[in-house]
């Protein structure tokens, strides 16, 4: 279709329970925008029903499915909805309803009156578990710092980019990445909106604590060597501590006698496990490197397309 002036990308895992009312809600708002648009619906190897359902949608002659043989991850997924289209204005929405597509229509207006490279939103009454907040947030300050750019929100992935920034997000060949920070390289400006968050629609969320983990990891390990000069820093300190505490205990020795000293033997106890652990978490983060390090190297694709389905 040439021409496509705006294109949805939203990347599907096991959501059969959202995709109908999903097309019910995204289908009229993207209608009511006037503009020709295409929507890019990829399914990440879901083990549900969902690329039955996605198929069906294709009837729809704006609707193109991308089939990838197997799960690579949300990011993953969307750059390879981003490599299909040519849209001028490419919106990433995710598929669970958590982001009411009603707000693309704000998103668009935004975008094209400021005529901005990248427009991220800030979720408003966010509605998640504590547990999931907190390391939101966590993240959130760490990507300002990294990232230099003063976005409020990175999690939340409904939103704008302009084609150029896609397209040079494209071709980054990386596996660990995370689009918004990403996004943030190659964009000048940037600005953010505000949109409502809700609940999920239905099944749950494809992020248990390990995947968080990971996906946190992605934000931070792919742009700064950060967490590991905090292992540094932090190793320093420990030292330095570690002699201060050893003249305590000597002094204390010497003044109180052995029996002092016999009894402060948990104490020890205590201060080994606590340097034991560090000496792991320091193992672990430098493991992580590597373990990416390996992945880029060994240069697979970062998705495999299986099929295109849809006109
Ligand atoms: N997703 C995906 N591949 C994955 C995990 C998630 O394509 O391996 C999609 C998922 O279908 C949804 C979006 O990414 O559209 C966000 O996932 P989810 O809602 O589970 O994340 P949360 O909202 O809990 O952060
Ligand atoms: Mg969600």
Known sequence: MPNVRLAVVIPVYNEEANLPL??????????????????????DGSRDNSLEILKGFTRNS???IVELTRNYGQHAAIMAGFSI???DIVITID?????????ITNLVRVMEEGNYDVVGT????????????????????VARKITGVSMRDWGCMLRAYKLSVVQRMIQCHEHATFIPALATVFAKHVTEIEVAHEERHGGKSNYPLRKLINLQFD??????????????????LMSLLGVCF????????????ARWAAEGIFTLFAVLFVFVGLQFFALGVIGEYIGRIYREVRKRPEYVIEKVHGK
Do not use: C, H, W
């Open 219 to 236: 934000l931070v390990a792919s742009f700064s060597d950060l967490p590991m000069k905090l292992i540094m820093y932090g190793g320093i």
């Open 22 to 43: 999903l097309m019910q809600r995204l289908l009229p708002v993207m209608q009511g925008l006037g503009k020709s648009f295409e929507i890019i619906l990829i399914d």
């Open 62 to 64: 704006e609707v193109k």
């Open 95 to 103: 598929a669970d309803l958590q982001n009411p597509p009603e707000e």
């Open 85 to 87: 289209t040519k849209a």
């Open 122 to 141: 800030i979720r408003k009454g966010r509605k998640d578990s504590f547990l999931r907040i907190l390391p939101s947030k966590i993240v959130n300050m």
């Open 246 to 257: 050893g003249t305590f205990l000597a002094i204390a020795r010497l003044a109180y006698g």
